[in-house]
């Protein structure tokens, strides 16, 4: 895709993790790059607030959308609902509000990228509420490929990357899921944020690819 001092791109999420690592990729391109969150005064909760920003930021070109890591993990049976529903809230519904406050916004040639993650794939007791909303996200990143054609829709994938979203983890359990993680997968590492960084310039830049999945998640779903 080729950039010039007029591009405008946004990373719904790019204050923070693999987001605000996609925004650096981005910057290092001609054009203007926008980050935003709740910490900059963007809810993606809020369907009037994103109405708002997206009429003040006037047209854009690519669009990315990180926002929304955390849920609940449990077994179904045990799970506790409002605390699920609050996470669909904000990573689907959130990403869903997004896409409708922000398509009418964005230039021919434009792109879309979400994010699932990996466990949309991959059957792990206890992850339910991440399985089924990036399995969501993957089902809906496909509709939107057909429905705003010739606008392209892709999704990006992420395996276990080192971000601030498992900064909540006491720091020994966290360290041992980052070692556990380098001993089964077949690449020996966690992922990165700049890993993850890579899928999106790939999604925005190959002009051939939309509905497409991207995964990133150093073999996590070979083993
Ligand atoms: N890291 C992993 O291991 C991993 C694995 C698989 C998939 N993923 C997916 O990758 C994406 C990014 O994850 P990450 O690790 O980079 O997470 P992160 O570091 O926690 O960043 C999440 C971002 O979302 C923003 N956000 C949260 N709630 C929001 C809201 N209501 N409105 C607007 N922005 C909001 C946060 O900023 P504010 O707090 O300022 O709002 C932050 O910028 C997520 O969709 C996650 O599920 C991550």
């Known amino acids: 895709m080729h950039f010039t001092d007029d591009t405008v791109s946004l990373v719904v999420g790019g204050t ?33 607030a994103m109405a708002r920003y997206f009429a003040a930021l006037g047209p854009i070109d690519h669009l990315v959308i ?22 669909f809230d904000v990573k689907f519904w ?10 009418k916004t964005i230039r021919p040639g434009g792109t879309i990228t ?23 996200l993957e089902a809906t990143a496909k509709m939107l490929a057909r429905e705003l054609a010739p606008l392209r ?10 971000t601030e979203s498992h900064h909540g983890m006491d720091p020994s ?3 041992a899921m980052f070692e556990r993680a380098a001993a089964s997968l077949p690449v020996g590492r966690a992922g990165r944020p700049e890993d993850m960084a890579a899928g999106y310039l790939l999604a925005i830049d190959n002009g051939f690819m939309t509905g497409a999945v991207i995964d990133i998640e150093g073999g996590g779903l070979i083993n």
């Open 66 to 87: 990180t926002s929304g890591s955390q849920a609940p993990g449990g077994k179904i049976v045990d799970l506790d609902l409002q605390a699920a529903k609050a996470a």
């Open 16 to 48: 923070s993790g693999i987001g605000r690592a996609v925004a650096q990729a981005l910057s290092e391109r001609p054009g203007k790059v926008v980050s935003a969150s709740r910490r900059s005064g963007l809810d993606v909760k809020d369907a009037n």
């Open 94 to 103: 959130g990403s869903i509000a997004v896409v409708q406050a922000a398509a």
């Open 114 to 136: 979400l994010t699932s993650g990996f466990l949309a794939r991959r059957t792990v007791p206890g992850t339910f509420v991440k399985t089924a909303m990036n399995a969501a």
């Open 173 to 175: 359990a966290r360290d």
């Open 153 to 162: 829709v892709n999704i990006v994938s992420p395996g276990l990357t080192d």
